[in-house]
């Protein structure tokens, strides 16, 4: 059965900063990944997913995501962080075994200014 | 284009008390899907529904959960009677077209307390 693994509950960064939040994943087949963000008294809001292609995911607000195959990740980035990108990221992950999507328990981000 | 919406936004009930929560999906989404988060863990999912058929309920915890989509549009997740770890975050997605790669919009999610 696939999974998704956080390693990190929180990260925390300085505004201006480069941010990474990690995602590591497990599946049988094919990996579709996916992050989603979310704002305090808010729903997730899709970021970005890997489908195939290109390894190098560009998504909403500046982020984007690198898939590594070899090394099953596929953490996401954003080169500038801003105070207004704390929230609490997921991560996610499907394949063709398993028609439901598996998340991760989160990340929660910290950008100080 | 309106999306996701959840009612209501949170819900305090007593452990063997009912209750509905109700999830709007995006107009024109055949697939509504439900997910619960709790005590801080993973999002797990709970059911897909295409249209007003349940396609998976392989998540569904057991029998005091009962989901319904009447007609393809909304649904509602009852729960019959509340146990103390029914609490949690319940999100209902909806997608347009199902498949694995197709990206799901997410409500803002119903805090269920049960006490």
């Known amino acids: 059965a696939q999974s998704v693994a956080q390693p990190e509950d929180q990260v925390n960064v300085a505004e201006g900063n480069p941010l990474t939040v990690k995602c590591t994943y497990s599946?049988?087949?094919?990996?579709?990944l996916f992050w989603y963000v979310q704002y305090p008294n808010r729903g997730l809001q899709f970021l970005l997913k890997y489908i195939t292609g290109d390894n190098l995911v560009k998504g909403s607000y500046g982020f984007e995501a690198e898939f590594n195959k070899s090394q099953t990740s596929f953490h996401l980035k954003k080169p500038s962080a801003l105070v207004s990108d704390s929230a609490l990221y997921f991560c996610?992950?499907?394949?063709?075994?398993?028609?439901?999507?598996?998340f991760g328990a989160g990340t929660r981000l910290t950008v100080k200014p | 284009e309106a999306g996701v919406t959840q009612f209501p936004s949170h819900s305090v009930i007593e452990k063997g008390q009912t209750v509905t929560l109700r999830c709007d999906p995006i107009?024109?989404?055949?697939?509504l899907y439900w997910y619960r988060r709790v005590m801080g863990k993973e999002i797990k999912f709970l059911l897909h529904f295409v249209k007003e058929s349940k396609q998976d309920e392989s998540g569904m915890p057991n029998n005091r959960f009962l989901a319904e989509r009447t007609g393809g549009t909304y649904s509602t997740l009852k729960v019959q009677p509340a146990e103390l770890e029914d609490s949690g975050v319940y999100f209902c997605?909806?997608?347009?077209?199902?498949?694995?790669?197709?990206?799901?919009?997410f409500g803002p999610g119903t805090r269920l307390t049960v006490l």
């Open positions: 599946v049988s087949g094919n990996p579709y």
């Open positions: 997605a909806s997608s347009q077209v199902g498949g694995l790669t197709d990206t799901q919009y």
């Open positions: 996610a992950v499907r394949d063709f075994n398993n028609n439901d999507m598996r």
């Open positions: 107009s024109g989404h055949d697939n």
